[in-house]
Structures are given as structure tokens and as C-alpha cells.
């Protein structure tokens, strides 16, 4: 039973280049998590995805940033014309429902240059 | 005012000895989750313990104790016997379950331990 898995593990984009993380849940975990971990930090929520549907996106800044997690396929967290500032840690998690337990993925590093 | 609160400097810890991470925290809610993580330097997050505030009992999990003091609102982390491999950041985190919080978790800015052969 594969992890949370995401890619991928580092990606180095330039300043107003796109950028797309994947994540792929846990098998059977139908909600999906993403945190962004700055230099020296801990982990800020960002969105709180089930299938289909955006639950909670308080922690999402309000321009360049947007996740989806469509029927088939992985979670997509996109930041578009990326900055030095979006140089973090990227951090996926899933969880079978609300309220349980939710498993990390490894992370993607993004270096913007 | 902060939910997780972790203001401890870098901590040392002898081989062997026993440490405790310090995690204060801040909530209305009468339901709540409480979770320690490590995130050693190849920086994946590991997941160590967990503690509901309903829980009457302190959570333990092989080496890993979490002290739970509700009423001062604490969840300090207790390693024993450290290991080289204990050497790491250390996450205190916070799950509120009031309808709608969902499982998303807000954590403290963490804790470096490193442990002395």
C-alpha cells in the first residue's frame, strides 16, 4: 500500500515561469491537504481538497495560487508566474475522511531563480 | 495569539538520555487533536503521536510519550533512551474539530534536537 506520494521531489522553476505539484493520495483516501513549509518554519495550510470540490482554501494566497483534485487523476496544487518568495517546501497530505489521521507525503522543494 | 507555541532554542541530549520538547497550545475548543511529527534533514515528516483531548490516558508509542497537561494546555514530547537517529526537527501540531475545522492542522515553528554520541 503505496504512501502519499508526490513529484516531483525538487523542481527549480524561474522567476515568471509556472509551476505544477502533484500529489497522489494514499489508495482509498478521498481528501487531500496541502501545506507550505518556508525556510526555518513549520507547515501553513494552504487548501483542503475532497474529489471534485475546494472544502477549505483559507490559507491560499489570493492571487497566483490554485489546486484542484479531479475525479481521475492526482491533486495539482499551480503557481503561476512564480517569485523568489514561493521558494518553499511543499507538503501534501490524505486522509480517508474528515477529523482522521492525515499522512504526509515527502514533499516537493521548489527553488525559484 | 498563537495556537502552537515552541520557544525552546536548539536542544542537546546525550545518547542514551532521556528529552522532553516543550508545545504549548491555544484553543476554545473542547475537541481537539494534538500531534508530534519529526522531520529529520532529508525532510520528510514523520508522524510520532497523537493525543485527544478526551483521551484519559498520555498517549505512548514505543519511545515516544506525549505529557499531557490540559489544564495548562501542554503536550510536551518525551523521548527516552535518544538514539543518533533522534537528531531532527521536531513539530507540534494541532487538529481543532469543531464542524467545518476539518483534519487540517496548524503547527508550532518547531524544535532542533540533535543527540550526542
Known amino acids: 500500500n503505496a504512501g502519499v506520494m508526490q513529484n516531483p521531489r525538487h523542481l527549480v522553476r524561474r522567476r515568471g515561469q509556472e509551476a505544477r505539484l502533484r500529489c497522489s493520495p494514499m489508495k482509498g483516501h478521498s481528501h487531500v491537504y496541502w501545506y507550505r513549509q518556508l525556510p526555518e518554519e513549520g507547515l501553513k495550510f494552504m487548501v483542503y481538497l475532497q474529489k471534485e470540490n475546494i472544502i477549505d482554501e483559507s490559507g491560499m494566497p489570493k492571487e497566483r495560487f490554485s489546486a484542484e483534485f479531479p475525479k481521475e487523476g492526482p491533486s495539482i496544487l499551480r503557481i503561476q508566474q512564480v517569485v523568489r518568495g514561493d521558494s518553499a517546501a511543499y507538503f501534501c497530505?490524505?486522509?480517508?475522511?474528515?477529523?482522521?489521521?492525515?499522512?504526509f507525503g515527502q514533499g516537493t522543494r521548489l527553488t525559484v531563480v | 495569539a498563537q495556537k502552537i507555541t515552541q520557544t525552546q532554542p536548539g536542544m542537546f541530549v546525550q545518547e542514551k538520555e532521556a528529552v522532553t520538547l516543550d508545545c504549548t497550545y491555544d484553543?476554545?475548543?473542547?475537541?481537539?487533536?494534538l500531534f508530534w511529527y519529526k522531520q529529520p534533514s532529508s525532510g520528510e515528516m514523520i508522524f510520532l503521536i497523537y493525543q485527544g483531548s478526551y483521551d484519559q490516558q498520555n498517549a505512548t508509542e514505543g519511545r515516544y510519550s506525549l505529557n499531557f497537561q490540559k489544564a495548562r494546555k501542554s503536550a510536551n514530547l518525551v523521548i527516552s533512551a535518544s538514539q543518533l537517529g533522534d537528531s531532527a526537527m521536531y513539530f507540534c501540531?494541532?487538529?481543532?474539530?469543531?464542524?467545518?475545522?476539518?483534519?487540517?492542522?496548524?503547527f508550532g515553528k518547531g524544535i532542533t534536537l540533535s543527540v550526542r554520541p
Open positions: 484553543t476554545s475548543d473542547p475537541s481537539y487533536g
Open positions: 497530505a490524505s486522509s480517508p475522511g474528515p477529523y482522521t489521521e492525515a499522512f
Open positions: 501540531a494541532m487538529r481543532e474539530d469543531y464542524t467545518g475545522a476539518n483534519s487540517k492542522l496548524t
